[in-house]
């Protein structure tokens, strides 16, 4: 996976529209990520085969408990309407299924559903490690994924924001005009990582005692 760290020169001076220009998009592995702490935050659309290459670098290192965040698509801005709801236009419980089906094949190896034509290569096979995929479609709020995600990061597990949650997660933006939801994500993605992270990340607690690279 290509990891971008906070407070790297990269977080530091590329727009998320210059990652997103530049990103390998036809290759998963590839696909860049955003760390903060424990969160991976994407600055692409991204599917059902694009988290797990983050499982696959971080098992290795000792990561063992994951939660991936689904539910929805929309566009790598991600966000929640102005009433801070997830639109109902965005709302997609197949995702759901599909993260599901691979989160399964990850932990087990049986290609069911949508693993049956196409899978990860990663897979847990630590016995003590844990992979939970949790709907956050219907019926959500930026305040509920946000408090579910600082449970999580509190303890030291990995949260993966997934399909179009992204680094945009905590953005509100007016989906009923699509003009004032277009100039919204432009201002968005003409932000740093790192200018994003301040304004809307400052709760993600960060861990020194964890390692997120292979010693070289």
């Not at 860049?32 to 290795?60: D, F, K, M, Q």
């Amino acid at each position: 996976m290509r990891m971008i760290e906070e407070g790297s020169e990269e977080a530091k001076t590329q727009t998320l529209e210059y990652l997103e220009a530049h990103a390998d998009k036809a290759h998963t592995a590839q696909l860049p990520w955003i760390r903060v702490g424990n969160l991976y935050l994407s600055v692409t659309e991204t599917g059902n085969l694009s988290w797990p290459p983050i499982i696959g670098h971080l098992a290795p290192l000792g990561h063992v408990n994951f939660h991936v965040f689904s539910g929805r698509h929309g566009s790598q801005a991600g966000g929640f309407a102005l009433d801070s709801k997830v639109p109902q236009t965005v709302i997609d419980v197949t995702h759901f299924g599909q993260d599901q089906d691979v989160a399964h094949y990850i932990l087990t190896g049986e290609k069911r559903g949508m693993c049956k034509y196409d899978w990860p290569n990663e897979r847990l096979r630590d016995g003590h490690a844990t992979l939970t995929v949790e709907n956050f479609g219907e019926g959500s709020t930026r305040d509920k994924v946000k408090a579910a995600a600082k449970k999580y990061l509190d303890k030291g597990d990995t949260v993966i924001f997934a399909w179009c949650y992204s680094i945009g997660a905590m953005h509100l933006y007016n989906p009923d005009k699509p003009a004032l939801e277009t100039a919204s994500i432009k201002t968005l993605f003409g932000k740093t990582p790192e200018t994003v992270i301040k304004e809307k990340y400052d709760w993600v607690k960060r861990f020194i005692n964890q390692r997120y690279h292979a010693e070289r």
